[in-house]
């Protein structure tokens, strides 16, 4: 996996203070993408996982990590990513996970697909849905389009429903 770029610190991509890694390659082609050039999976550098996650613990104000791309959750993408996410884990245990996809929890679920199903238990919240130009909304928090739902993963799979988050 390559990655298209990484924040040791933002307030933007979450709640709180994150790091954020932004993953190369997206098979969506959303028109109106504001990272076209990492829709492409040659785009960017190699995806060093020890790198990023030596960055992550140097910095103490982090509450959590964002992964964003690019497509996160894309069959090309989602081991390594789940990977990551599981050795984030290992050094800071209470790290807060927020992902965002351009697949709905819907059709996440409906792969039946074991690794998805796995990376889908290490995120508390998923930013979901492809962006859509005629949705485009920039006074909406942390997302671009009115359709993308901010949800809480582990309600959405415990209870069997979509369960937003309230921010
Ligand atoms: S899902 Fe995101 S990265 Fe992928 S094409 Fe759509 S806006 Fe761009």
């Not at 990484?6 to 307030?11: G, V």
């Not at 959303?30 to 790198?51: L, T, V, W």
């Not at 982090?62 to 050795?87: Q, R, W, Y």
């Amino acid at each position: 996996m390559k990655m298209a770029g990484f924040y040791d610190e933002s307030i933007s991509n979450g709640l709180g203070w994150r790091a954020v890694l932004f993953v190369s390659g997206c098979p969506h082609n959303c028109p109106g993408c504001q990272n076209k050039m990492a829709q492409s999976f040659d785009y960017g550098e190699e995806f060093d996982k020890q790198k990023i996650i030596d960055k992550i613990c140097e910095n103490s104000i982090l509450k959590g990590i964002t992964i964003s791309g690019g497509e996160p959750l894309c069959k090309e993408n989602v081991k390594e990513v789940m990977d990551f996410i599981k050795d984030v884990k290992k050094v800071r245990p209470n790290f807060n996970v927020w992902c965002y996809s351009g697949y709905t929890i819907e059709e996440l679920k409906n792969r039946n697909d074991e690794i998805t199903n796995q990376a889908l238990k290490e995120i508390d919240v998923l930013v979901d849905g492809r962006f859509v130009q005629e949705k485009k909304d920039p006074t909406l928090k942390f997302r671009g389009s009115s359709n993308q739902r901010i949800l809480d993963v582990q309600k959405c799979i415990q209870e069997n429903r979509i369960v937003q988050v309230a921010l």
